[in-house]
């Protein structure tokens, strides 16, 4: 009798396990999902709670938290000397910061839209990009710009321009674009501890999208480097290349492109400057074809570096068609929503210009 019981409570002990084995540990947990604004947030927190060099100042920083939020609770946290709102006054304040990273503090300077950095772009490029090597090496300007960038919806022309061609341009300035949350949070806690100054190029049109973020990137030592391209999507046919908004563009157009039989590698540059050419040359070495994508004007912009980069390495002699680029429309940004949908890139048009490449 007492045996059977034995038997019956150790198979009942190993079923349990089994059960335990189907039913829990082979489930993955589940994602947290975190919006690019609370990843920007989490970033500036742990970096001004690591470094007490660190502030933060623009306009409405503070008080109300942010003209979008992204300081939201920040300045109740460090007070008035970390997290200080300033004037209505770009080429003011963005002096002051600079000046303050000259002094051997580590300033972010918020632009409310970065189409404002240029009331500041003196600054900028002639005060910021250029001192440490005007100065042999000798005075180095650690300061973060940063702010929305690229059109965003109904704010018509003077709101509306991408200024990843204009600051790339410059030697002295790294300039990043991220896309997703787990971007949005490396790129800058890696741009706040750069000792170089950094444009930090956000896009209002994502602050509120979520994404999901692995336990690595939960955490404060998580960075992720400057000048280091991600592939998101393996391919074999087409390598899309893109930076901030346009990238989830470029996805969804090569989800569809897929129930077709058209596998596209899509490239997140997530730098514009240095640009990783290394592993857009890789992909291009592979698929044999390149459309670039961005919502910049076309003359002059990031895809037209990009095509010359490619024609000027090895990696032309392996395409198979002339590389393709999908732009804005070179135009000032119009006010009406109809003729806005017109003037930047959308899904079809990258379809479209991937078709017109392949010659399908």
């Not at 502030?55 to 109300?64: I, P």
């Not at 321009?161 to 949350?181: D, E, I, T």
């Not at 990031?302 to 095509?307: K, Q, S």
């Amino acid at each position: 009798m007492a045996l059977s019981v034995k038997s019956v409570l150790s198979s009942g002990r190993n079923a349990v396990l089994v059960l335990r084995r189907r039913a829990f540990h082979r489930s993955a947990p589940a994602a947290v999902q975190v919006t690019v604004r609370d990843a920007l947030n989490q970033a500036l927190d742990e970096e001004l709670e690591r470094d007490e060099r660190v502030f933060l100042l623009g306009e409405e920083v503070a008080q109300y938290d942010g003209a979008y939020k992204v300081s939201r609770g920040l300045w109740k946290k460090y007070g008035d000397k970390r997290v200080i709102d300033t004037p209505i006054s770009e080429m003011g304040f963005t002096g002051i910061a600079v000046g303050a990273a000259m002094a051997g503090l580590r300033p972010i300077c918020e632009f409310m839209t970065f189409n404002f950095s240029m009331q500041a772009i003196d600054q900028v490029i002639n005060s910021a990009a250029k001192t440490y090597y005007m100065s042999g090496g000798l005075q180095a300007v650690p300061i973060v710009f940063r702010g929305p960038n690229g059109a965003s919806a109904g704010v018509a022309a003077q709101h509306s321009q991408c200024f990843a061609a204009w600051y790339a341009h410059c030697p002295g300035l790294k300039v990043v674009s991220p896309w997703n949350s787990e971007d949005a949070k490396g790129l800058l806690k890696s741009a706040i501890r750069d000792d170089n100054p950094v444009v930090f190029l956000e896009n209002e049109l994502m602050y509120g999208v979520p994404f999901e973020m692995s336990d690595e990137a939960q955490s404060k030592d998580f960075t992720v480097p400057i000048g280091k391209a991600k592939v998101e999507r393996q391919g074999s046919h087409v390598t899309l290349v893109s930076h901030s908004r346009y990238v989830g563009h470029c996805l969804d157009a090569a989800a569809v492109l897929a129930k077709e039989g058209i596998e596209c590698e899509v490239i997140n540059l997530r730098t514009i400057r240095p640009m990783d050419v290394e592993s857009i040359e890789a992909s291009v070495m592979k698929t044999n074809h390149l459309v670039t994508v961005e919502g910049g004007w076309p003359q002059f912009g990031v895809g037209a570096e990009i095509c010359a980069r490619i024609m000027e390495g090895p990696a032309f002699n392996y395409l198979d068609a002339p590389a393709t680029r999908v732009t804005g429309v070179d135009i000032p940004m119009p006010y009406a929503k109809i003729l806005e949908d017109n003037s930047v890139p959308q899904i079809k048009d990258i379809i479209f210009s991937i078709k017109k490449t392949l010659n399908v």
